[in-house]
């Protein structure tokens, strides 16, 4: 079994920064791609960003492209994603996931394996 855990998350103002980050841990498991996927209140879960774990190739959500920076270190098995000129409309639970199979990125029925999610709120 794959466990991905999510930590960063936090509070900041609009215009502020946060820097997320997933581990990945548990089975032998060598991931085509992770990702980050976002879920406010009352409203759907939406792509955030990806990366694909062998290239490093990026695919990000339209709401966040030029603000958000996802990266991963293959060695640490971990995958980061860099949050920048926040906004309240960010706030939401933030989830990473990962999937063996090759696909669409921003599908979140691609991932197999998913976190608990880290809260970001942005508030002034």
């Known amino acids: 079994q794959v466990q991905l855990e999510e930590s960063g998350g936090g509070v900041v103002q609009p215009g502020g920064s946060l820097t997320l980050s997933c581990a990945k841990s548990?089975?032998?498991?060598?991931?085509?791609?992770m990702a980050w996927f976002r879920q406010a209140p009352g409203k759907d879960r939406e792509f955030v960003a990806a990366i694909t774990w062998t290239y490093g190739r990026t695919a990000y959500g339209n709401s966040v492209k030029g603000r958000f920076t996802v990266s991963r270190d293959n060695s640490r098995n971990t995958m980061s994603l860099e949050l920048n000129n926040l906004q309240p409309e960010d706030t939401a639970v933030y989830f990473c996931?990962?999937?063996?199979?090759?696909?669409?990125?921003?599908?979140?029925?691609?991932?197999?394996?998913w976190g608990q999610g880290t809260q970001v709120t942005v508030s002034s």
């Open positions: 996931a990962t999937t063996s199979q090759v696909g669409v990125l921003s599908l979140s029925a691609m991932y197999s394996f």
């Open positions: 548990g089975h032998t498991f060598t991931p085509y791609a």
